[in-house]
């Protein structure tokens, strides 16, 4: 009688973003079992096996930003081949602002089974302590390092109305939460979650004036950053400010510098401002 193959699958199980007694079993009986896995930083995941007191027999790969489009096929051909692959990030979830994606999308694509291991998750940590609205909310992870694409990404989701939750590194943390406050107003409510599930955990919360005073200092640790949405009411309507530009051009400002100054105090998409002047002088 011939012995049917075992079906190969991935697993993208979420580990302990601080706390160790947060590993579930069934991340910890994955670790013991799979043929393979996948990590992120293979160094940190040694670590977080010997802290668990874990064997790890399987065949341990690195699979993190750079590599994972080289990893795909290798990975692929292993699941074909029957391995169960389990796909670890250095915390939280894997495919959440961590390698992964590309992964699941292509075993999606070649009929590969793909499951997941729920576990500890930054996002809806520091969503869920920040004290602000929880029923909708967006991730939008690391804003751009650069400050016109991070001015741009802002104007974007300045009339967001949902909870926005982000990420940052603690050294670019002053400069973020100043882009927030320069991009929403400084009334803006938000909270800043720092070292969560660690012993040193702490959540600021204020406005974003308020949390700006205290980013300025010095800042360590894992971050995240949790802001209220846009207050509901009538949207801005770029079109009701085209006398407002056409008054500083007529002052002496360039139609470019007018369109800047009023969308920025009137909370308008300047992209949206400048073509309705255009379209009013037509």
Do not use: C
Request: aromatic share 4%; charged share 25%; no cysteine.
């Amino acid at each position: 009688m011939e012995t049917q193959e075992k079906p190969g699958q991935i697993v993208l199980a979420a580990t302990p973003i601080g706390n160790l007694s947060d590993a579930s079993p069934r991340l910890i009986e994955l670790m013991k079992s799979a043929d393979v896995v996948a990590a992120e930083d293979t160094r940190r995941f040694l670590h977080l096996a010997q802290g668990l007191g874990v064997r790890v027999p399987g065949r341990l790969i690195s699979y993190h930003e750079h590599n994972e489009t080289h990893r795909l096929a290798e990975l692929l051909e292993l699941v074909a081949g029957g391995a169960t692959i389990l796909v670890v990030s250095d915390a939280g979830m894997p495919a959440v602002s961590d390698p992964g994606f590309k992964l699941v999308e292509a075993a999606v694509a070649a009929g590969i089974t793909v499951t997941a291991v729920p576990g500890p998750s930054a996002v809806l940590t520091a969503l869920a302590l920040s004290g602000l609205p929880t029923d909708r909310f967006t991730f939008e992870g690391f804003l751009p390092r650069k400050a016109g694409e991070r001015a741009k990404r802002l104007e974007d989701l300045a009339t967001e109305q949902r909870t926005m939750v982000f990420f940052e590194a603690p050294h670019r943390l002053d400069a973020m939460i100043r882009a927030l406050r320069d991009a929403f107003g400084a009334d803006r409510p938000g909270a800043i979650a720092r070292e969560l599930t660690k012993m040193y955990e702490e959540v600021i919360r204020g406005n974003l004036g308020e949390l700006l005073l205290w980013a300025e200092g010095e800042v360590r640790g894992e971050i995240a950053v949790v802001i209220g949405g846009a207050p509901a009411g009538e949207p801005a309507r770029a079109v009701d400010h085209v006398a407002q530009v056409q008054q500083l051009v007529t002052e002496g400002l360039r139609l470019k510098e007018a369109v800047a100054a009023v969308a920025e105090t009137e909370r308008v998409s300047k992209r949206e401002l400048y073509a309705a002047v255009l379209e009013a002088r037509a």
